[in-house]
DNA sequence: CAGTGGTCTAGACCACCTA
DNA sequence: AGGTGGTCTAGACCACTGC
């Protein structure tokens, strides 16, 4: 019934920019319009092409010049000021934020260890120390909705950054999720990928719990350092769309080598 | 020219709801048309109309219903879905998500004290210990873009969980930026309107990072209990919106009363 | 007063889920 | 097949800023 929107007749398409027409780009990407934008922005505040303090084309000038809506734009605008990248000024322009580089995480990926030691400029990896199967504790079945004494997968990894170890994350989920052989199991992937391969679940949203300890002398074999010094100790639970929970984590980390620091900012 | 968008022609219009037509409403409320809604919203999620678990009346319903368009609706349930209170399923529908409750802290708001300890269900209270003037350090003159050892002013304060000290708060503010007397600062404020009043500046941007640490003697007079526990230290920069460095302040919270925790949701 | 970001509308098409 | 959320467009009006 209804065409597709005519474009192609732009006077200023003056980028090496190339976006799909219309709703398309869903096949030929994966990636929409918004988000192809907001990478273009970033590459360009990331070189340079935009410079630090500076202001930004106008959302108008930037619609024009890439072929999509102003709306468009404003939800790429919008991730990059949620992210303290840019800084918007009612009545006057958009400024790249100067001050970007200083945060190492950003926006509760409080959770995503690997994304957390890349955000601190290291190389992350991550050492497969143990899996077994045993009964859940009251606690853990209390929080996995789990009837008592059910069976768990505890995994045990250890994350470096560089060569450093910095982080020791231990997960427990439920037996009863597993859909692969249990033998199959690659403890060295991202834990994204590890549900998704071998639990068939995506994590939609995950509660983080940030408590202060002291490292005691089990964590202290694997990270190092002086048994009595104070560390953080990030309790996570990951929820499936379904609102099931799908994992419960603790991860020691060793915040002499790696900073925890979030950006807010508001519009 | 151009006429205000008629409306006060739809049909199921069966709620208490009260909205202003068209932007009107800038005038009317200072709120926007989605704040509005979000607060619909959130209302009906906390009274349970609708319950835990339970799935939301579509964006269409909503929209009909509210007599607002479907966008300002869906940024009304984004930023729910961004806090982990509801759930949005493609194809399926929006669900509330039970376990909203168990978080203290939204994301990023670990500057605002005040709301962590309302999100821990605390009345919150400010003493105020004391203010001073002094030089800078190095190391603050640096953080704030000041020649060295030029004059701060500095607060000390005390945070309450209802009858419990929970945080002691550390800020320190370039003396330039003062345009009120300085005497008639009043330091149990809201920091954000300690801002808006003596210095005439409001917080555009925020970078907190997270550390933990042993809590010392001096903190311990203020917050009692052991004097070698570990404590969060919670180190915050805070920014105008000419990207202008405002003030540092340093958190030491307890977290052996007050929870920090957060959600993240993914879409 | 012109230009910028902020908000809202109305309508279109898509991908996905459930039945 | 019908409905739901996900994305995008085009156009309008507002509030604020700086000249």
Not at 3 to 29: A, D, H, W
Request: glycine letters at 6%.
């Amino acid at each position: 019934m209804k065409v597709l929107v005519e474009k192609g007749t732009k006077k200023k398409r003056q980028t090496i920019v190339i976006l799909q027409v219309g709703s398309l780009m869903n096949f030929v990407q994966g990636k929409t319009v918004a988000n192809q934008v907001d990478e273009i922005l970033l590459e360009r505040i990331r070189d340079e092409t935009y410079s630090p303090g500076s202001r930004m084309p106008s959302e108008s000038e930037l619609s024009d010049e890439l072929g999509v809506s102003r709306a468009t734009v404003r939800t790429a605008l919008a991730k990059l000021a949620a992210n303290g990248l840019i800084l918007r000024k009612q009545g006057d322009g958009t400024y790249v934020n100067a001050r970007a580089r200083d945060a190492s995480a950003f926006l509760g990926n409080l959770w995503d260890l690997v994304e957390l030691i890349e955000g601190n400029g290291f190389k992350p990896s991550i050492r497969f120390l143990s899996i077994e199967r045993r009964p859940a504790t009251e606690k853990e079945a209390f929080a996995l909705a789990l009837e008592p004494s059910e069976d768990l997968i505890a995994l045990r990894r250890l994350f470096y950054a560089d060569q450093q170890a910095v982080i020791l994350a231990d997960n427990v989920i439920p037996s009863s999720l597993l859909r692969e052989p249990f033998e199959s199991i690659d403890g060295s992937l991202h834990i994204r990928d590890i549900f998704q391969k071998y639990f068939h679940q995506k994590i939609a949203f995950a509660i983080t719990d940030i408590r202060s300890a002291v490292i005691g002398e089990e964590a202290c074999t694997y990270l190092g350092g002086e048994s009595d010094r104070a560390i953080l100790k990030l309790q996570v639970a990951l929820y499936g769309k379904n609102n099931l929970p799908l994992a419960l984590g603790t991860n020691i980390f060793d915040d002499s080598v790696l900073r925890l620091s979030l950006v807010q900012a508001w519009s």
